[in-house]
Nanobody, 115 residues
Framework: QVQLVESGGGLVQPGGSLRLSCAAS????????MGWYRQAPGKERELVAR???????NYADSVKGRFTISRDNAKDTVDLQMNSLRPGDTAVYYC?????????WGQGTQVTVSS
């Protein structure tokens, strides 16, 4: 099993930046892939960014060039650096991990982009 704990959400003005962090309960070397999803009110949960244990990444078109996902193997964390934030980025952000073909979710962290 894998437990995931997110941190770093909050309120930010449009154009601002936030960094989310997801801490895993086991070595991320053993986790096939980790990613960030988000869910806005009234909308379905969507993939934001994903990184595999080989380092391959993919991003939603809406965040390309603004968001960066990265792994810290020493800390067993996956971070999401979010720049040039827009009101449309407002959502609950969830960390996700795939381990032994099963998916695991964190509890979510709120990101609100508003002036």
């Amino acid at each position: 099993q894998v437990q995931l704990v997110e941190s770093g959400g909050g309120l930010v003005q449009p154009g601002g930046s936030l960094r989310l962090s997801c801490a895993a309960s086991r070595s991320i070397f053993t986790i096939n892939a980790m990613g960030w999803y988000r869910q806005a009110p009234g909308k379905e949960r969507e993939l934001v960014a994903r990184i595999t244990n080989s380092g391959s990444t993919n991003y939603a078109d809406s965040v390309k060039g603004r968001f960066t996902i990265s792994r810290d193997n020493a800390k067993d964390t996956v971070d999401l650096q979010m720049n040039s934030l827009r009101p449309g980025d407002t959502a609950v952000y969830y960390c996700h991990a795939v381990y032994n073909i099963r998916g695991y979710w964190g509890q979510g962290t709120q990101v609100t982009v508003s002036s």
